[in-house]
């Protein structure tokens, strides 16, 4: 009964340092989803992958990569961290395909990344 | 800009009274979900409605949507402290795109 599950949970990074969050899902969802919560901001999407094998540019996509490994898995690059990237990211995943905004969206329990 | 904006900010009520948030949206939708979020957790969906729907029940949660003032309101009766959390609205559709987060109220049910 895992759903989506993001690893790790909390990270410290320097500035300039890379890291990848890793996104897993086990309902056989088709659309994966990563977002950002700042506070005051809401949720903002970064990526998202509308089936296995395609990725799109969600409204803040700078200084991030993507790939969607296989149908289960959706990963996050930080290439250089920046300050700025200090956030909680989410990765959700949906059933259906395209960005199909009419369909409940399933999170993860989030990543804490502070970059110093 | 964002799409949906829920109102209040934040709301403080004691337990056993009614807790209703408000969302306001600018463009036409398909549906609007509303979630929760616990403190330290991920998003939880609660319920969607859909444009052609105007009351959905869910358990203590009453959802009602007015497309015509382009508004959504949440109602939780009899609220427990385990209702404490953020609530979001979220609106969709095939004109959006995508879904769509506001902001968030952030709800404290006291003993």
């Known amino acids: 009964n895992a759903g989506v599950t993001q690893t790790p949970k909390f990270q410290v990074l320097k500035t300039g340092q890379s890291m990848t969050l890793q996104c897993a899902q086990d309902?056989?969802?088709?659309?994966m989803y990563w977002y950002r919560q700042d506070p005051g901001m809401g949720l903002r999407l970064i990526y998202y992958s509308a089936s296995e094998g395609t990725t799109d540019k969600g409204e803040v996509p700078n200084g991030y990569n993507v790939s969607r490994l296989n149908k289960r898995e959706f990963s996050l690059r930080l290439e250089s961290a920046a300050p700025s990237q200090t956030s909680v990211y989410f990765c959700?995943?949906?059933?259906?395909?395209?960005?199909?905004?009419?369909?409940?969206?399933?999170f993860g329990d989030g990543t804490r990344l502070s970059i110093l | 800009s964002q799409q949906g904006e829920e109102d209040p900010q934040a709301l403080s009520i004691q337990e056993g009274e009614n807790a209703t948030m408000n969302c306001s949206y600018k463009?036409?939708?398909?549906?609007l979900q509303w979630y929760r979020q616990n403190s330290g957790r991920g998003l939880v969906h609660l319920i969607l409605i859909r444009s052609n729907e105007r009351e959905k029940h869910s358990g203590r949660l009453r959802v009602t949507l007015d497309t015509s003032k382009k508004s959504s309101s949440l109602l939780i009766t009899a609220s427990r402290a385990a209702d404490t959390a953020s609530y979001f609205c979220a609106t969709g559709g095939s004109t959006l795109g995508r879904l769509y987060f506001g902001r968030g109220t952030q709800l404290t049910v006291w003993p």
């Open positions: 463009t036409s939708i398909n549906n």
């Open positions: 959700a995943s949906t059933s259906g395909s395209g960005l199909n905004s009419n369909q409940p969206q399933h």
């Open positions: 309902m056989n969802h088709n659309s």
